[in-house]
């Protein structure tokens, strides 16, 4: 009697480990990126950076998402998926440990390893979700994107105050996230020592497969959906100050545009996959996501920074809606946990590749068209490809059962 009660005691804080696993994980996915905007200006002054120089550093670890992802799925076979983790914290650790050693080389050194220690993290976790929560994949998914837009929203909020607080400038606002990451080491070590006592919980080894994803329509599908929508958000990400620059808004009232837009995207990543996981197709939901994202460019052509806080609503709401819901294509559309891995690094691999390319687009056509008109006719040509892929990959079909003929 004793025993089962250990056990079962045992378990409770196995599945309270294995949340905070997700949350601490996903913490760590975006705003060691992020906090860099901030404090660009002191990194600049300090280290004597020219511009192409300073878009290496949120540039970099995009390359790295669309060059290592595929083979991260790849290799994950041979570990488990907690090894993996543990494993990303690491050269995530290491990589943040350079970039504040005050060298220009280490700095994007540190740049190379920060993307690679991610792109394990984004690959990896969501078969850590089906592997350890199959009956609460869209709960799960939810806390997972709010978690990683939350410490976003932080981490672009408070880098400077945090290099003020700390005393270390720029240093202080990007060496914070040396702790988040150990501490989710931490709670991964933690894990490893509870699963070793419970042995009726879910084994964190994937399982096998020799499923080619690269000949799934349906896994082409998620990934070009995903890669749109990452395309519209980079675009905004980085243009967003200049052409509301241009609309005759200050720099300060950008940044508050910004600032709703993450704000409106964190009850929405939480509640969408909860939603969307107990309807038997989302086809409606793509429909509602694509009307709001081709209105919201609409607005910037014809309204320029009328009504903008309105259209910042709408982008967070869609924006919100389209990554909480590529992610959880990952989990919903594949039988195992394995083959959710490996469409995972297929789709952010050829997704952040597209994304890529949207950014320097978007500037280009600004240089032919000074009104950014064409910009905005970019995303809306985006958005229209993200309607096609994404009906596609909104009905009920598992990425094995779509092979290519």
């Not at 050194?109 to 690959?123: A, D, E, K, M």
């Not at 309807?279 to 052509?301: E, H, P, W, Y």
Request: glycine residues 8%; proline residues 3%.
């Amino acid at each position: 009697m004793m025993k089962n009660e250990v056990k079962k005691n045992t378990s409770y804080v196995l599945l309270i480990i294995n949340v905070l696993v997700v949350i601490l994980i996903s913490g760590n996915l975006r705003s060691p990126i992020v906090a860099v905007a901030p404090v660009l200006g002191e990194v600049r002054d300090a280290l004597n950076l020219d511009n192409f120089q300073v878009s290496l550093l949120t540039s970099i670890p995009l390359f790295m998402f669309a060059a290592c992802s595929v083979l991260v799925s790849r290799f994950s076979n041979k570990l488990g998926i907690s090894k993996l983790l543990m494993y990303s914290l690491v050269i995530l650790s290491f990589g943040l440990f350079l970039r504040i050693s005050g060298s220009l080389w280490l700095l994007f050194l540190g740049s190379i390893f920060i993307g690679l220690g991610i792109c394990i993290g984004n690959v990896v976790t969501p078969g850590y979700v089906k592997n350890n929560f199959p009956k609460q994949i869209g709960l799960m998914t939810g806390i997972f994107a709010v978690s990683m837009n939350l410490t976003a929203a932080l981490a672009s909020g408070f880098s400077v105050k945090i290099g003020e607080w700390t005393g270390f400038g720029w240093k202080g606002s990007l060496g914070i996230w040396l702790a988040i990451a150990a501490l989710g080491f931490l709670v991964l070590s933690l894990e490893s020592v509870f699963n070793k006592r419970n042995s009726d919980q879910p084994k964190t080894a994937l399982s096998t497969s020799d499923f080619n994803m690269f000949r799934s329509a349906q896994a082409w599908n998620i990934s070009v959906f995903m890669g749109l929508q990452s395309l519209f958000y980079y675009c905004l990400v980085a243009w967003l100050p200049s052409f509301l620059a241009d609309f005759h808004m200050q720099g300060e009232s950008s940044g508050w545009v910004f600032f709703v837009i993450q704000i409106t995207m964190i009850p929405v990543t939480f509640c969408c996959p909860i939603i969307a996981s107990k309807m038997k197709d989302q086809r409606a939901m793509i429909l509602f996501i694509c009307t709001l994202m081709f209105g919201s460019t609409m607005m910037f052509v014809f309204l320029k920074s009328q009504w903008i806080y309105v259209n910042a609503v709408l982008i967070g709401i869609s924006n919100g809606l389209s990554f909480s819901l590529s992610i959880l294509f990952f989990s919903t559309r594949t039988k195992s946990s394995m083959n959710a891995v490996k469409i995972s690094g297929m789709a952010q691999s050829v997704g952040y590749l597209i994304a890529a390319f949207g950014p320097p687009l978007f500037g280009k056509l600004h240089d032919w068209d000074i009104s950014w008109n064409s910009s905005f006719y970019l995303l809306s040509l985006a958005v229209l490809l993200m309607l096609y892929f994404g009906m596609k990959a909104a009905r009920n079909k598992y990425v094995e059962d779509e092979d290519i003929r």
